[in-house]
């Protein structure tokens, strides 16, 4: 089972970057298809922020972020990042890595086999 570790996360004024690592331990490329990034803010649902297929690695983004926020991985460190711009308070939440072994809809939480402990984003006006 991959463990994964987030990192980065931090307060910042609107408008200001931040970056976003998450550290694979036990992770395979062959063994898993894809890597995502999800955030959860306080009484609201989980939500797919972007994803990576560790193969040929196609991005995917939610509209909410997709000329802002860009997902990469560095396999040969089993790192994947998410570089975050021009932020904005409705970014403020927890932010999850995760990993998953099958396919389907990026953005689908339950397809998700491992999820790391979240570091927080916290965006001010």
């Known amino acids: 089972q991959v463990q994964l570790v987030e990192s980065g996360g931090g307060s910042v004024q609107a408008g200001e970057s931040l970056k976003l690592s998450c550290a694979a331990s036990?992770?395979?490329?062959?063994?898993?298809?894809?890597l995502g990034w999800f955030r959860q803010a306080p009484g609201k649902e989980r939500e797919g922020v972007a994803a990576?297929?560790?193969?040929?690695?196609?991005?995917y983004y939610a509209d909410s972020v997709a000329d802002r926020f860009t997902i990469s991985q560095e396999k040969d460190k089993n790192t994947m990042y998410l570089q975050m711009n021009s932020l904005k308070p409705e970014d403020t939440a927890m932010y999850y890595c995760?990993?998953?072994?099958?396919?389907?809809?990026?953005?689908?939480?339950?397809?998700?086999?491992?999820w790391g402990q979240g570091t927080q984003v916290t965006v001010s006006s």
């Open positions: 995760a990993a998953r072994k099958r396919g389907g809809w990026w953005g689908q939480a339950s397809t998700y086999d491992s």
């Open positions: 990576i297929l560790t193969r040929p690695g196609t991005t």
């Open positions: 036990g992770f395979t490329d062959s063994a898993y298809y894809s």
